[in-house]
């Protein structure tokens, strides 16, 4: 016997042993186990802790007292009682809040939920032709379980995107299998409203279960009369709603109270993606989608623009799959195909995504994977959803002490550039929103064009790919040539990557071609016209949607800025202005050479009149009706405010201490402690040297410039030959 027909020998025998009800329990007792024993480590600390903080505050508070204006809860009721319920647990052991070992049970337990689920779905979806169901459910089994995406999130992470998964599949599970029934309607219309009331992204599938029942009572041959369907889907709707408001009632949360609550959590992230790699990524990360400064598709905002696509695409794919259902097609199939396509269309092209949000789609898809064609599709989805999760796991976690990142620097940087916005980002954007583009395309000509065939028999699947081949001019590929193609592409894309984001400046000829396509973009008349326009033209097209570089003009400065009173450390940027009786704002530059806006605009007691900015905090001077004030501004509140004798010209910071000019040359340094003192009179100008931490300060009617620490003791003195006028620092 030769190697090969051992290890074929070895394989069959691994398969055949896993393919019987103690394999497949085994299988469970593993994928369990495995997660139980990763969950040890790692863990995204910032959602970990909101956790515990909610936790905590529903202990502490009672549930009737959680909600409440200015704080942040953008979960909606339903997981919240298993914090509550956490939170209780640890109370018994004298912990004040959940660890997060235990934080990732639910995780961990929605995974094995999910899998058991899946496996039950294909148990009753899958031919008879295809023989052995125990081997069907446990490769069902074993792609949810031993899923690294999966894995990822519950076991490593520490969310529940799973538990979202678990109750849509089970509410599917409920509605479209087995002998029908208005109990199991109503147990699968329950748990999918369980669904939606612990996570609002199970709504973009409720259509299509709202649908199946619309088909079942008003559509079907079998349907009752026209009066008892209308009156068994009204009876459903209102038992969805009853739950939907029972979840909400001992929150203190009415009915118009829950409208409200999720018209505030979905904009809780008002833009274009939140490092999710979907289409929007090519118009960059954490881009506005809604306002002013919103990035906008045709003159809409992005936010309607997605909105759009979603309805309309969702619209072709229902209408796709009531085609299906009047041909007789299985429902169950159509339907959590159906669910899938709309899943992954909304990650594709709706804005507001997170980086996880895909997980839905993918779960769909896994109660078919027995089927060659979606286990193909579905093992890339879950390679594309995995390089997603990684990003800002490893991006983020490395700042929390004492959690492991998994990051290897080299090959972040490789897969994921450096920069904010890099070409990386883009690219894996671009390829993992056409992958669920042309996933949910797929899924709608299958469910609309033709009988669906996507679990033939093994004998009918052969017959049909030998007659199926993609065309190109003369020449036809067969389905082995462009899945190798594709594979070439995959294994040569990341060595094309390496390097674009350097270097940083341009030269020799990238001078022109450069200047040219920012010029083609900007609309203005071309300075080097010598060489051909063609190649300008495509770098033009490529710096508008691929790279981070970008050509602006006449970009709009946010609310405030214009008229206000502009300071800046060099990553940041903030701006203090007289509206509203005094204001500060703070912002980043965008890739886009434009500034953005970032977090809430903070009320001053004092008009301004000078403002600068350091790595530590922003130092405001102003009027206050009375005289002068000064405010020392860190993270975003007001940590110390002192009263000074007039309003400042102009202010400095040296560590800690702040310095004021005032309009008749007085420099005061004032602390902390909010005591001043005079430093020196007769100033003209003061300028900070963050470097060396010294306020310089000139004197022109002495001809002097002089230097002082932040104690105000003056540590330099230089006459110069004339006399001195502003003062600009290097810093």
């Known amino acids: 016997m030769n190697k090969t027909t051992e290890t074929q020998t070895l394989t069959r025998r691994v398969i055949e042993g896993v393919a019987t009800p103690r394999g497949i329990a085994l299988l469970f007792v593993g994928g369990t186990a495995l997660r139980l024993l990763l969950a040890i480590w790692g863990g995204f600390q910032g959602d970990l802790d909101i956790f515990k903080a909610w936790s905590q505050r529903l202990v502490d508070l009672g549930i009737g007292n959680f909600y409440e204006p200015g704080y942040f809860a953008d979960y909606p009721p339903g997981y919240l009682y298993v914090l509550w319920f956490f939170g209780k647990l640890s109370s018994l052991f004298g912990s004040d809040s959940p660890s997060n070992y235990l934080?990732?049970?639910?995780?961990?337990?929605?995974?094995?939920?999910?899998?058991?689920?899946?496996?039950?779905?294909?148990?009753?979806?899958?031919?008879?032709?295809?023989?052995?169901?125990?081997?069907?459910?446990?490769?069902?089994a074993a792609a949810v379980l031993f899923n690294p995406a999966f894995?990822?999130?519950?076991?490593?992470?520490?969310?529940?995107?799973?538990?979202?998964?678990?109750?849509?599949?089970?509410?599917?599970?409920?509605?479209?299998?087995?002998?029908?029934?208005l109990m199991r309607e109503a147990g699968g219309v329950a748990v999918l409203t369980l669904a939606f009331g612990s996570k609002p992204q199970a709504v973009f599938l409720l259509p299509v279960a709202a649908l199946l029942l619309i088909w079942r009572h008003l559509g079907a041959s079998d349907r009752p009369p026209l009066r008892a369907g209308l009156l068994r889907l009204g009876g459903l709707a209102l038992l969805g709603a009853g739950v939907l408001i029972l979840l909400g009632l001992p929150f203190g949360l009415s009915p118009v109270g829950l409208v409200r609550f999720y018209q505030g959590a979905s904009g809780t992230y008002p833009y274009t993606s939140v490092w999710a790699f979907n289409l929007w990524a090519l118009g960059g990360f954490w881009q506005a989608d809604v306002g002013a400064e919103a990035v906008t598709i045709f003159g809409i905002p992005a936010f309607y623009a997605g909105l759009t696509v979603v309805g309309i695409g969702t619209?072709?794919?229902?209408?796709r799959l009531w085609r299906a259902l009047q041909r007789g097609e299985h429902e169950t199939r159509v339907v959590l195909l159906a669910g899938a396509a709309v899943s992954l269309l909304t990650f594709a092209v709706s804005t507001r995504m997170h980086e996880r949000y895909l997980f839905l789609g993918i779960a769909c898809l896994a109660p078919f994977v027995v089927a060659r064609s979606v286990r193909r599709v579905f093992g890339?989805?879950?390679?594309?959803?995995?390089?997603?999760?990684?990003?800002?796991?490893?991006f983020y976690v490395e700042d929390y002490e004492g959690q492991q990142s998994f990051k290897i620097d080299s090959l972040f940087n490789v897969l994921y550039g450096t920069e904010f916005d890099s070409v990386q980002r883009k690219v894996l954007g671009l390829i993992t929103g056409a992958a669920c583009l042309f996933t949910a395309w797929a899924i709608a000509r299958w469910l609309g064009d033709r009988p669906f065939a996507l679990l033939r028999s093994r004998a009918?699947?052969?017959?049909?790919?030998?007659?199926?081949?993609?065309?190109?001019?003369?020449?036809?590929?067969g389905r082995k040539g462009a899945l190798l193609g594709l594979a070439v592409f995959l294994v040569v894309l990341p060595t094309r990557l390496i390097g674009l984001s350097s270097p940083t400046g341009m030269q020799f000829d990238e001078v022109y071609h450069g200047r040219a396509a920012g010029e083609y973009i900007a609309?203005?008349?071309?300075f080097e016209f010598t060489h051909p326009p063609?190649?300008?033209?495509?770098?033009?097209?490529?710096?508008g949607t691929l790279s981070s570089a970008r050509v602006t003009q006449g970009a709009a400065l946010p609310t405030g800025m214009s008229e206000g009173l502009v300071a800046t450390d060099g990553r940041t940027v903030s701006w203090a202005s007289s509206a509203g009786g005094g204001s500060l704002?703070?912002?980043?530059?965008?890739?886009?050479?434009?500034v953005a806006a970032r977090g809430e605009t903070l009320p001053l007691d004092l008009q301004p009149t000078a403002v600068v900015q350091t790595a530590e905090g922003i130092f405001v001077g102003g009027d206050e009706g009375s005289g002068g004030s000064v405010s020392w501004v860190v993270n975003g509140a007001v940590e110390w405010q002192a009263e000074i004798p007039d309003a400042p010209a102009s202010v400095g910071v040296v560590g800690q201490t702040g310095f004021t000019l005032d309009a008749e040359g007085t420099l005061l340094s004032v602390r902390s402690d909010r005591a001043h003192s005079v430093v020196a009179r007769d100033i003209g100008a003061i300028a900070s040297d963050r470097s060396s931490d010294k306020i310089w300060a000139t004197q022109p009617d002495q001809d002097r410039v002089l230097a002082f620490d932040s104690t105000g003791e003056e540590i330099a003195n230089v006459t110069l030959a004339g006399e001195p006028g502003p003062m600009v620092l290097a810093q």
Do not use: H
């Open 103 to 140: 934080l990732k049970l639910p995780g961990i337990l929605s995974d094995v939920g999910l899998a058991y689920v899946a496996m039950q779905i294909a148990a009753r979806t899958t031919p008879r032709s295809w023989g052995n169901r125990d081997a069907v459910k446990a490769g069902v």
């Open 151 to 181: 894995l990822f999130v519950s076991a490593i992470w520490g969310q529940v995107d799973s538990l979202t998964a678990f109750l849509v599949l089970a509410g599917f599970l409920l509605i479209a299998t087995g002998r029908r029934s």
């Open 315 to 319: 619209i072709i794919i229902l209408t």
């Open 380 to 394: 890339l989805l879950t390679i594309l959803y995995l390089v997603n999760l990684y990003f800002p796991y490893a």
């Open 460 to 477: 009918e699947s052969r017959a049909a790919r030998s007659k199926l081949s993609l065309r190109f001019g003369f020449q036809t590929v």
């Open 523 to 526: 609309g203005k008349e071309i």
């Open 534 to 543: 063609l190649a300008k033209e495509l770098m033009a097209i490529s710096l």
């Open 585 to 594: 704002t703070s912002g980043i530059f965008d890739g886009d050479c434009s």
